[in-house]
């Protein structure tokens, strides 16, 4: 410790003052959009003179009970999305577990190939072969279904899925498998019982992050489904913003943007570390 | 090869091999129909006119002739190099500005993290609708804001001024994005050792210095990394440009993947579209192939 330790305390702590203060109006910057949006989907249209509706005065909920009745109605739009999103999540998890396990534990000689195979879809997105997928999708009559659309979803979600589960089950000591085939199990058995419980945070990552990209997609679903009852929440949204429905009503606009954004962040907020995990995890591969 | 087995006789190892298959097939069969016969087939779209109804003709190379022909398909391909060219190095400078502030721990650290990453999840289609509330006249914070910048006056649209709707769109996805970009740089950050810093501190070294000779040196992988994903991410681009603008003020704000958008699912020219998505792919496989090149020697220096 030397002679100006006093000073040196108190510069270290005006630092750390300081940094949580710029830290927090970053922060503030950040929310402000969302806030806005929630702020904006309380109001009704005419209070909305003011910039930042204040929103103790105007408690209004009329917005959000106007999304209800939109179009086919916001719970057919939301329960479309959430059917799309945890059939995405589901189907993901299991593809992916299967062939992850195969490619991790159980490998062949063209095991490498089939991998990097599986990893096509990452190089050629999906925005750029939109056209013959949906003529594919309406060989099997599958165009304007969510199952169609689920399709797609997982199979875009797959080199992702298989890449995580692929790396949860390399990690799992050999000497695990060799006790339990000492034991006698068969390859069901195996897997079920015996590697999956040891891989849950990797099917986790892949729940979390197929789950989101099917209840946040917007293009595919604005290709693929053409039938109001049939649309996504970001679709409906849209239609909702383009006054398909009548006159425009931002308030009930930002009333589903709410709606849309408060799962997405709900779960991400549950499952942070999931998500963070499979990022970094992402990042290593490249 | 970690994990691998322990070495069998031939028939049980046969058995393996084909329940390993067995297990791939589920995958492999998704791909196959959904993935390799489009991209396949897109081939050969693109070599025809392939019109939603109607009589398909091989057309040669007749579309790509068109392609190269066409104005709009041009200027779409300009206006998202000039998007993308804008968002990236944002991108790239807030994520590590971000990653810096919340490397370290230190109390309530974990809740900043959380905010300013919260943007990422919510999707593209849902960033769109919030910021369109936010360029709305008279009541919109960013309306607000640029005519107090005095960036236009109080009764033009934002939407309706090219410039401006370019700002949003690129504000909109910064503020979307920097959330991935800061965790990326933070976990290259994180795997520095403290040791380094604490030679160049006691060595006198200030914080912009240590910065410069030990951070930015050691995560060149990450910024690689992070470079490649926002350029293929930006080149990519529809949903917010769909949303908020619809191409923009006549047309001036369209990127690729819109026109692409444009011309295979509202004018139904599919085989077109397949050619010009051909060149598209071309190209983003291109510029990721050149920025793994030119970062790949970087790193090696």
Do not use: C
């Not at chain 1, 879809?121 to 013959?132: D, E, K, N, T, Y």
């Not at chain 1, 489904?225 to 931002?250: E, H, K, M």
């Amino acid at each position: 410790m030397t002679a100006s330790a006093p000073r040196g305390i108190a510069r270290r702590t005006a630092g750390h003052a300081l940094r949580y203060i710029i830290a927090s109006a970053v922060a503030l910057l950040f929310a402000l959009p969302i806030l806005a949006s929630v702020s904006r989907s309380l109001v009704d249209t005419p209070g909305a003179i003011r910039p930042f509706p204040d929103v103790l005065f105007h408690l209004i909920t009329d917005n959000y009970v106007a999304v209800v009745n939109y179009g086919a109605g916001l719970w057919t739009y939301a329960g479309n999305s959430a059917v799309v999103a945890i059939a995405t999540a589901v189907g993901s998890a299991i593809i992916a577990t299967l062939a992850g396990y195969a490619l991790a534990k159980m490998p062949f000689r063209g095991s490498g190939f089939v991998f990097v195979l599986l990893l096509t879809p990452l190089m050629v997105p999906f925005q750029g072969i939109l056209a013959p997928i949906f003529l594919i999708l309406s060989a099997l009559h599958l165009t304007n279904t969510l199952p169609g659309l689920i399709l797609i979803y997982v199979v875009f979600q797959m080199p992702f899925s298989i890449f995580i589960m692929r790396n949860t089950f390399s990690s799992i000591p050999r000497e695990i498998e060799e006790a339990a085939v000492v034991d006698g199990a068969t390859t069901a058995t195996m897997l079920l019982r015996v590697m999956v419980p040891l891989a849950v945070p990797g099917v986790i990552t892949v729940v979390l992050y197929a789950f989101l990209f099917g209840w946040n997609e917007f293009l595919g679903a604005l290709i693929v489904i053409a039938d109001n009852a049939n649309y996504t929440l970001p679709v409906a949204l849209n239609n909702v913003q383009s006054g398909v429905f009548g006159r425009v009503d931002f308030g009930v606009l930002q009333a589903g943007s709410v709606v849309a954004m408060l799962p997405s962040i709900i779960v991400f907020l549950f499952l942070q570390r999931y998500y963070t995990r499979g990022l970094i995890a992402g990042s290593v591969n490249s | 090869m970690p994990g691998e087995p322990v070495a069998r006789s031939g028939a049980l190892r046969r058995r393996r091999d084909r329940t390993s298959i067995l297990l791939l097939m589920p995958a492999l069969t998704l791909l196959t129909v959904m993935f390799l016969i489009p991209l396949g087939l897109m081939f050969g779209m693109s070599l025809s006119n392939w019109p939603l109804f109607g009589n398909i003709r091989f057309a040669g190379l007749d579309n790509y002739a068109d392609a190269i022909q066409d104005a709009t398909f041009w200027q779409s391909l300009l206006f998202t190099a000039k998007y993308t060219l804008i968002v990236t190095p944002i991108q790239i400078l807030v994520g590590y500005l971000l990653a810096v502030f919340v490397r370290s721990h230190w109390t309530g650290v974990g809740a900043f993290r959380a905010i300013y990453f919260l943007p990422v999840v919510i999707g593209f289609a849902a960033a769109a609708y919030v910021f369109l509330t936010l360029v709305q006249p008279g009541t919109g914070l960013l309306d607000q804001l640029f005519i107090m910048l005095g960036l236009k006056p109080a009764d033009r649209l934002i939407l309706a001024d090219p410039t401006l709707a370019l700002v949003v769109t690129v504000i909109l996805s910064s503020w979307k994005s920097v959330g991935v970009s800061m965790i990326l740089f933070m976990a290259g950050m994180q795997a520095i050792p403290r040791d380094l810093y604490e030679a160049a501190e006691v060595d006198g070294a200030r914080w912009m210095a240590r910065e410069r000779w030990i951070t930015i040196p050691l995560v060149r992988r990450t910024f690689a990394l992070v470079l490649v994903l926002t350029v293929a991410g930006s080149i990519l681009a529809f949903d917010q440009f769909y949303i908020m603008t619809r191409g923009g003020p006549q047309g001036q704000t369209v990127t690729a993947v819109l026109w692409i958008y444009t011309v295979s699912f509202v004018r139904f020219r599919l085989g077109y579209g397949a050619a010009l998505s051909f060149i598209l792919l071309a190209l983003l496989v291109g510029i990721t192939a050149l920025q793994v090149r030119a970062l790949r020697q970087e790193v090696e220096e």
